[in-house]
């Protein structure tokens, strides 16, 4: 009897960097510890995945956002690309709010794998525990 891998499906909506952070936390150590983790990046949560936003540290950051950001904390690309790098997680961003705001793939930082639909993902995230961020 073939057991089937625990799978996480985490949605990342907001540009809040605490909840980028935490949604990225997640997911990495969920990938880490053994999960096929899907993180789809959407709505506002895009903002921050930008180039110029990134490389401006354009971050929209409470109280513990701003102290990740002055102790030089690696932020949630960091994290995404280590859980990328030892488990097994995959990050896309969501292809409906990138059309509305006119952004391509070469706009974003470098961690997603594809720009896809809900339609995709939900798919993807099928028998998978989600968590929203």
């Not at 180039?51 to 960091?78: C, Q, R």
């Not at 488990?87 to 794998?113: R, T």
């Amino acid at each position: 009897m073939t057991q089937q891998v625990p799978s996480l499906a985490v949605i990342l909506v907001s540009e809040d960097l605490e909840k980028l952070h935490a949604g990225s936390l997640v997911g990495s150590v969920a990938s880490m510890s053994g999960m096929q983790v899907n993180v789809f990046v959407t709505m506002n949560a895009l903002k921050p995945f930008l180039k110029s936003s990134f490389d401006n540290e354009d971050f929209k950051a409470g109280t513990v956002g701003k102290e990740l950001l002055a102790k030089k904390v690696p932020l949630f690309d960091s994290l995404l690309a280590d859980g990328k790098e030892v488990g097994d997680l995959h990050i896309y961003g969501c292809a409906m709010a990138m059309d509305v705001m006119g952004w391509e793939k070469e706009d974003m930082i470098d961690v997603f794998d594809d720009i896809i639909g809900v339609t995709a993902f939900l798919g993807m995230a099928q028998n998978a525990q989600l968590v929203t961020m």
